[in-house]
């Protein structure tokens, strides 16, 4: 995200924000909202992570109540501003940022330290939304394998109800009905015949 995002001094946001955040920070445009990003350090001064910063385009206000760090754990400090080395340096913390771009003196060097209980807050928010994707997707396989074995129960009960029906109409064939067909008939034979035998004179 860092390499995607532009150099601010080089936009016109740079007009609308503290020269020391436009010195030091990029913006980047690849979220809903507008952020400038700020390299956050860890002690041996490596680059491990950005701040993001909400700020309004149009305007240059910046939300630090919004403010968030993205990145490992190792990120400790954001230098806002690099002074002379001989001058002990002045560090804030990450929620007293505002107060810092304030207090700032030019020769000075400023770094905000992140703040211990806003990193695990972000870890823990972070292991809590995993752990919901992880339960939900079980949650939707288990219905899905629920539906698909009730539907095949349902299926092999309306089968079996079939065939019972089956063996049951077959079983309560009206054979007596047939049987007496078959007398009526032997019956009709019988007066035929009878009918057609010779009158004795």
Do not use: C
């Given at each position: 995200m860092w390499e995607q995002s532009k150099v601010i001094t080089q936009t016109t946001l740079a007009k609308k924000v503290d020269p020391?955040?436009?010195?030091?920070?990029?913006?980047?445009?690849?979220?809903?909202?507008p952020e400038i990003l700020l390299p956050v350090v860890n002690e041996n001064g490596i680059h491990r992570g950005n701040y993001h910063l909400p700020v309004g385009i149009d305007t240059g206000n910046i939300d630090f109540e919004r403010a968030s760090y993205q990145g490992a754990k190792e990120g400790k400090y954001i230098i806002l501003q690099k002074g002379d080395e001989s001058v002990e340096p002045k560090t804030y913390q990450a929620d007293q940022f505002p107060s810092a771009l304030q207090q700032r003196e030019t020769d000075t060097t400023i770094v905000i330290e992140m703040t211990q209980g806003k990193e695990k807050l972000n870890e823990l928010a972070t292991t809590i939304e995993a752990n919901l994707s992880i339960d939900i997707d079980k949650v939707l396989t288990l219905d899905i394998n629920d539906s698909i074995l009730k539907d095949t129960d349902s299926k092999l009960t309306e089968s079996t109800d079939g065939e019972k029906l089956i063996d049951t109409e077959e079983l309560s064939l009206p054979t007596e009905d047939y049987l007496s067909i078959d007398e009526a008939d032997s019956d009709k034979e019988t007066k035929r015949l009878n009918n057609n035998k010779p009158v004795a004179q």
């Amino acid at each position: 995200m860092w390499e995607q995002s532009k150099v601010i001094t080089q936009t016109t946001l740079a007009k609308k924000v503290d020269p020391v955040i436009a010195e030091a920070g990029r913006l980047s445009t690849l979220n809903t909202t507008p952020e400038i990003l700020l390299p956050v350090v860890n002690e041996n001064g490596i680059h491990r992570g950005n701040y993001h910063l909400p700020v309004g385009i149009d305007t240059g206000n910046i939300d630090f109540e919004r403010a968030s760090y993205q990145g490992a754990k190792e990120g400790k400090y954001i230098i806002l501003q690099k002074g002379d080395e001989s001058v002990e340096p002045k560090t804030y913390q990450a929620d007293q940022f505002p107060s810092a771009l304030q207090q700032r003196e030019t020769d000075t060097t400023i770094v905000i330290e992140m703040t211990q209980g806003k990193e695990k807050l972000n870890e823990l928010a972070t292991t809590i939304e995993a752990n919901l994707s992880i339960d939900i997707d079980k949650v939707l396989t288990l219905d899905i394998n629920d539906s698909i074995l009730k539907d095949t129960d349902s299926k092999l009960t309306e089968s079996t109800d079939g065939e019972k029906l089956i063996d049951t109409e077959e079983l309560s064939l009206p054979t007596e009905d047939y049987l007496s067909i078959d007398e009526a008939d032997s019956d009709k034979e019988t007066k035929r015949l009878n009918n057609n035998k010779p009158v004795a004179q």
